[in-house]
Each structure stands twice: as structure tokens, then as C-alpha cells.
């Protein structure tokens, strides 16, 4: 065999360099994000972040095409966890998540201006906010069809996460939590359970905040949160125990008996109360549900859409029957907004919908005009699991994931009794009795909530908030989510 040339030496030697140079910039997690889509001036900031932040698409399954954005973490972005956050709906935008809850910065009044957020969870995370389903905030499909169903929600989020992974080599390494809200009970818990079956993401643990986790138990707590909160009589109190409770048991949810179909009705959706935070104002006060607003039409609460209580049969059915009238309505009009009752999406939407703000965050044109709730994806949406409570033992068997539930405890929506009664019924170890959590605030050691903890899963409560903790417990919620994502102690 011939020697080899100082020439085809020098040349080897070259490559070996190459070669070894980027496997070491493979490790030490070099800058392989996708460059086009990297934020460079953010409108509405008086300065510009010094971290880094990514806005762009993640293609997955049928020409659909998922927003993401993406700002890294203030602390080391290199090691330190990537947490994946979803807001509920269903059809409701991740975006309102980052803006107006635990992003690095909040969306001010004028609906121009943005403040830096002191309790911002990137403080100690890389936080990626994905607007899923197709048809949500700037997420689009080719075919501009948005009927989805749970089932093609989860394994759409499971083909995000992988693309993202495929753009974003640098953090595959690191820790992944996934996160949510509201539906997000749902959506949450569903992806986990294709996240935990693929070795190559190193999930370590999932939390979700006011999540429905059981229509039943969520239902039926609701009318006892009621009462204790002194928002029945005792009278309605009476008739509630007569008609829809027998041998020691209440059915709020499916009872059959007329009577009580017709006065669980009438607690919560004729109140006019804030169902997100029962001592709350709601802004701008209590509206008719269909409204002309700007030349828009605007939907609230369609029999609390977005919360999705079955409160009977016949409720079901008077909802269907709105559904349908609206669904006509909508057809008519060019631009339909369906708002959560009493929450102002004005600001986010002025902002989000602003020229420059689309183009510095490399919105497509194909992208609709963003809203905080679709309510084309909302009304089309196909509910396929009344629980999960097969997806939480799944995770709790694998006895190596982290699990939080945690709930603001004067939410209506998804009320903390319900999703206490949840994580109960998993019927899991206990480890800490309930006791109070508690944390550091400008006026000193404070209580934060009340916390029980099991073999793998904690369920905690945040004293005085409402359904969107962030915006309502900014100090707590970064101390709950904090202590989550570094395995310590509540």
C-alpha cells in the first residue's frame, strides 16, 4: 500500500479538527438555532432584551403550521430547562401566556407598550410558548381547515416539539418540562403521554395550572365551592340536596331530575360573577354574550365555552342550540372574536396585530389576524376524554417524572376542590400532609397556599388567585414554579 502524502496528512489532520470541533460545539450547546427566525428589535420595549428570542413555525402533520415563540433564559440558557407552555381553550393562544402572565414582558394598557415582567419564568427557564391548534393565534393550516380533535391536538404538539428539537439541537440535552393551563388539564397530560414513550426528550416532569382534569368531579365540586363561598341561599341549598342528591351522594353533572338541571343552572352562568376569579371585577363589566364591537363580532361566554362544564343533558343541549345560531352569525361576519368571559384581550390584540410587531415576529401572511380565542377551532372542537386520569398514572408508574397540580383557589372555572378531588382519586402515597407553602414578598415570609405531596405528584393551592395564577400571584407563582423545576420542596 502506497504512504500517504503530507499533503493527505495535513488534510486528514484538517478534518479530524472539524470533526472534533463540532462534536465539542455540539456539547457545549452551540448557536444552532435557526437564524431567520431570531427576534432582533421587539416594538414596544424602551430597551431590548439581553437574552436572546426565536418567533417562527413549526411545521408537523397535513400542511399545518404551529407558532412558537421562544425566549431563552435570562440565567444559562445553555443548561438550564426547556418548559413548554400551552394555554387551554380549546382555541385559546399561548401567546396570552406570555404577555399577559409569566413572559419576560407584559402587554401595558395602550396596547403598545410592553414593561419588563420581574417574576418572568425565562428568569431561570428557556420558556417556548406554542399556539396550538392550527387555526389559534398565528398557527395556520395550508388548507385553512380548523376541525381537531384531543387526539390530533396531542400528536400535532408531540411533531412540534420534535421540529423544534430539529431546529434547536442546542437543547436537547436539557431538562423538559411541559406545561399549561385550563384545557390545558387536557392537552398537557395527552402529550406527556407520547413525550414519556420517545427516549430521545428527557422529559422530567409535567405541571398544570386550574386544569380540567375530570368534567365530573370539576362539576360536581363547583356547586359545593358555591356554597361555601356564600353564593347560594340556603333555600337553593335545600333544593339542590332534594333533587340532585340521594343516599348521602350529589350528581350535579348528569343528573336526569329536571329540577336540578334547572337550578344548577342558574348558580354560576346567570351570576354575572367573574368565573376566573370569583372576588375579581369584570372588566368592563357583565355583557350580552353576541356583541358588534369595532365591526367585530364578539362571542362571550357561550355557556362557558371554554371551561366546558356538561352541567346535564338538556344544558348540553341549549348549548349546542347557541352554538349553532352562532356558527350562522359567524358565517356573516369577516371577524369573529370569542372571548372568555370577562377578560379584556384589547391590548394584546392591538399589539399582536400591529404591522411591525407581525413582522419583526416573522408572522406569515397566511396567518389570520390574531385573537386571544379562535372560535372557529373552539366550536369545531372535538372533546374525546372526559378524564385523564389514565394519563397521570401512566406518568406517576414510570416513578421518575415530577408532577405538580396547582390551582388558584377562588377560581369558578376550574375549581382547586375539583382537581384536589383528581389527584385523590390516583390514590398515590402520601408523603407531606397538607400543610401551608410559603414564600418571600416585599412584606416578608408570606403563605403562599396549602400543598399535599405523594410519591411523585403534588397538589398545591395559591391563596387568593384566580384561574391565570401568574397574573394574579406574580411573587408566589415564580416561587411554586421555581422550587418545580428545581425539585425542591414546596
Known amino acids: 500500500t502506497a504512504e500517504p502524502s503530507m499533503t493527505s496528512l495535513r488534510f486528514t489532520s484538517r478534518m479530524l479538527v472539524v470533526v472534533l470541533c463540532c462534536f465539542l460545539f455540539s456539547l457545549l450547546g452551540g448557536d444552532a438555532a435557526p437564524a431567520a427566525d431570531e427576534v432582533k428589535y421587539l416594538p414596544g420595549l424602551q430597551k431590548q432584551p439581553s437574552f436572546r428570542q426565536y418567533s417562527g413555525y413549526l411545521s408537523v402533520a397535513d400542511g399545518k403550521h404551529l407558532h412558537y415563540w421562544l425566549v431563552e433564559s435570562q440565567q444559562n440558557p445553555s443548561s438550564d430547562p426547556l418548559v413548554l407552555w400551552l394555554n387551554g381553550g380549546p382555541g385559546c393562544s399561548s401567546l396570552d401566556g406570555l404577555l399577559t402572565e409569566h413572559g419576560p414582558f407584559l402587554i401595558q394598557d395602550d396596547g403598545v407598550t410592553l414593561q419588563y415582567n420581574p417574576y418572568s419564568w425565562n428568569k431561570i427557564a428557556n420558556m417556548l410558548y406554542l399556539e396550538s391548534p392550527a387555526g389559534v393565534g398565528f398557527s395556520y393550516s395550508d388548507d385553512q381547515k380548523y376541525v381537531t380533535n384531543d387526539t390530533e391536538v396531542s400528536m400535532n404538539n408531540y411533531l412540534a416539539l420534535k421540529e423544534f428539537f430539529r431546529l434547536f439541537p442546542e437543547f436537547s440535552r436539557n431538562e423538559l418540562f411541559l406545561t399549561g393551563e385550563s384545557y390545558g388539564g387536557i392537552y398537557i397530560p395527552t402529550l406527556a403521554e407520547r413525550v414519556m414513550e420517545d427516549a430521545s426528550l428527557n422529559l422530567q416532569g409535567v405541571a398544570v395550572g386550574n386544569g380540567m382534569s375530570s368534567y365530573e368531579l370539576n362539576d360536581n365540586s363547583l356547586v359545593f365551592f358555591a356554597y361555601y363561598h356564600g353564593l347560594l341561599g340556603s333555600r337553593l341549598w335545600s333544593e339542590l340536596q332534594?333533587?340532585?342528591?340521594?343516599?348521602?351522594?350529589?350528581?350535579?353533572?348528569n343528573n336526569q331530575n329536571q329540577n336540578c338541571t334547572t337550578s344548577v343552572q342558574d348558580i354560576v352562568y346567570s351570576s354575572g360573577l367573574n368565573m376566573y376569579n370569583l372576588y375579581?371585577?369584570?372588566?368592563?363589566?357583565?355583557r350580552e354574550r353576541v356583541s358588534i364591537e369595532r365591526g367585530e363580532l364578539v362571542i362571550r361566554d357561550l355557556g362557558n365555552s371554554f371551561i366546558n362544564h356538561q352541567w346535564t343533558q338538556l344544558w348540553n343541549?341549549?348549548?349546542?342550540?347557541?352554538?349553532?345560531?352562532?356558527?350562522?352569525l359567524a358565517s356573516l361576519h369577516l371577524s369573529v372574536r370569542l372571548?372568555?368571559?370577562?377578560?379584556?384581550?384589547?391590548?394584546?390584540?392591538?399589539?399582536?396585530?400591529?404591522?411591525?410587531?407581525?413582522?419583526?415576529?416573522?408572522?406569515s401572511p397566511k396567518a389570520l389576524d390574531w385573537v386571544?380565542?379562535?372560535?372557529?377551532?373552539?366550536?369545531?372542537?372535538?372533546r374525546l376524554y372526559l378524564d385523564v386520569r389514565k394519563q397521570y398514572l401512566k406518568l406517576l408508574t414510570a416513578l421518575k417524572y415530577r408532577v405538580l397540580v396547582y390551582n388558584g383557589d377562588v377560581d369558578m372555572a376550574c375549581n382547586f376542590m375539583g382537581d384536589e378531588w383528581f389527584v385523590e382519586s390516583l390514590h398515590q402515597q402520601v408523603e407531606v400532609q397538607r400543610r401551608p407553602w410559603l414564600y418571600d414578598d416585599d412584606d416578608g415570609r408570606q403563605v403562599g397556599g396549602f400543598v399535599k405531596e405523594f410519591d411523585n405528584i403534588a397538589f398545591l393551592t395559591v391563596k387568593g388567585s384566580g384561574h391565570m395564577v401568574p397574573s394574579d400571584k406574580p411573587?408566589?407563582?415564580?416561587?411554586m414554579f421555581s422550587r418545580f423545576i428545581k425539585r425542591q420542596p414546596y
Open 317 to 328: 343541549q341549549v348549548c349546542m342550540m347557541s352554538r349553532d345560531k352562532l356558527r350562522g
Open 242 to 253: 332534594t333533587f340532585c342528591c340521594s343516599d348521602g351522594k350529589c350528581n350535579f353533572y
Open 280 to 286: 375579581a371585577p369584570c372588566p368592563g363589566g357583565v
Open 339 to 363: 372571548d372568555p368571559p370577562c377578560t379584556n384581550s384589547t391590548p394584546s390584540s392591538l399589539y399582536l396585530n400591529n404591522p411591525y410587531v407581525r413582522a419583526a415576529l416573522h408572522i
Open 372 to 382: 386571544i380565542c379562535s372560535s372557529e377551532v373552539n366550536l369545531n372542537y372535538g
Open 475 to 479: 411573587v408566589a407563582a415564580f416561587a
